[in-house]
């Protein structure tokens, strides 16, 4: 047998009516897809969601499909609802909100800025700028020591010196 999920009856009847309310979406009224703005109606479809993801993950995928398609639909209505208003409207005359926006604000007068003098900012090196010479604060920390198995007198004494450490067994 293959590890596809069998469908029960109740299973079998809500995909049969999930299939049916993909077809019937787009063809709600506008109000019942304006509904879906409300915080309860988003809950209960949140909840139906989560019911059908426990049931079966077939029913899970077909609701998610569903749920999507009705939030497009409600988009759809909503967009065709705002370009016949914008539509009506006379566009020489503008809206309240630009109108506001083009007269200029009374905002209080502000001081001129003081520009500095060119000679106060320049960009490079020049004699009163200090010194550009390294002094040590302090000796150095270097504390690195050479690993035991680097020798001076080559890399055959620190190879076998490593395979000691690495195989006691063997030694």
Same mark, same amino acid.
């Given at each position: 047998?293959?590890?596809?999920?069998?469908? /029960?009856?109740?299973?079998?009847?809500?995909?049969? *009516?999930?299939?049916?309310?993909? &077809?019937?979406?787009?063809? +709600?009224?506008?109000?019942?897809? !304006?509904? %879906? #703005?409300?915080?309860?109606?988003?809950?209960?479809?949140? +909840? @139906? +969601?989560?019911?059908?993801?426990?049931?079966?993950? !077939?029913?899970?995928?077909?609701?998610?499909?569903?749920?999507?398609?009705? &939030?497009?639909?409600?988009?759809?209505?909503? &967009?065709?609802? +705002?370009?016949? %208003?914008?539509?009506?409207?006379?566009?020489?005359? $503008?809206?309240?909100?630009?109108?506001?926006?083009?007269?200029? =604000?009374?905002?209080?007068?502000? $001081? $001129? &800025?003081?520009?500095?003098?060119?000679? /106060?900012?320049?960009?490079?090196?020049?004699?009163? /700028? *200090?010194?550009?010479?390294?002094?040590?604060? =302090?000796?150095?920390?270097?504390?690195?020591?050479?690993?035991?198995?680097?020798?001076? #007198?080559? /890399?055959?004494? @620190?190879?076998?010196?490593?395979?000691?450490?690495?195989?006691?067994?063997?030694?």
């Amino acid at each position: 047998m293959s590890d596809f999920p069998r469908l /029960s009856k109740l299973e079998t009847i809500l995909l049969v *009516g999930i299939f049916v309310a993909f &077809f019937i979406v787009p063809y +709600l009224p506008k109000e019942v897809l !304006i509904l %879906t #703005d409300l915080f309860l109606v988003r809950l209960v479809l949140l +909840l @139906a +969601l989560t019911c059908v993801v426990y049931m079966n993950p !077939i029913l899970a995928i077909a609701g998610f499909v569903l749920l999507a398609l009705l &939030f497009i639909e409600r988009n759809k209505v909503k &967009f065709q609802q +705002l370009s016949s %208003t914008l539509a009506q409207q006379d566009p020489e005359v $503008p809206s309240e909100a630009v109108a506001s926006i083009e007269t200029p =604000a009374t905002a209080p007068e502000q $001081p $001129p &800025f003081d520009m500095p003098e060119e000679s /106060s900012i320049p960009f490079m090196p020049s004699s009163d /700028s *200090g010194e550009n010479d390294f002094r040590p604060v =302090a000796p150095s920390m270097d504390q690195k020591q050479p690993l035991p198995t680097e020798t001076v #007198d080559g /890399s055959d004494k @620190a190879i076998h010196q490593l395979f000691e450490w690495v195989n006691p067994i063997h030694t």
